[in-house]
């Protein structure tokens, strides 16, 4: 799904990339599962300095489409729905050191910009 460049992903960006790969699967349990996750990491104190912000980004995210109104539906069409996945993709593409990977695949109907 990302092609990478040598670098070390944040905990925060293997998240977000885990919830991708279940939404790009339409894996709705998998889906939910990949959520509480990203809500356990969220609420663990100590990120450091960027990662910080990352995590912050991370529980918006995931508290805002893990609490959407009759659930999150893969294909969703809705806007809310379909910036928090942008914002997933941005996360996604995020390494320790701040420089950005190069995204070579995004989840079905969802293209930053879009």
């Known amino acids: 799904m990302l092609e ?5 992903m944040t905990a925060p960006a293997r998240q977000a ?3 991708l790969r279940a939404w790009r699967r339409r894996d709705t349990v998998a889906l939910r599962a990949e959520f509480e996750k990203g809500l356990t990491l969220c609420a663990a104190p100590g ?4 990662e910080e912000e990352q995590v912050d980004l991370l529980h918006a995210v995931v508290a805002k489409l893990d609490g959407y109104p009759g659930g999150v ?3 969703s069409a ?3 729905v379909r910036l928090c996945i942008t ?3 941005h996360l996604a593409t995020q390494s320790e050191w701040g420089a950005s990977r ?4 995004a989840p079905r109907g969802v293209t930053p910009g879009n």
């Open 47 to 50: 990120a450091p300095g960027a």
């Open 87 to 89: 914002l997933l993709l």
């Open 4 to 8: 990478t460049l040598p670098s070390r």
């Open 73 to 75: 539906r893969p294909k």
């Open 78 to 80: 809705d806007p809310v």
């Open 17 to 19: 990339e885990n919830i």
């Open 102 to 105: 190069r995204l070579a695949a």
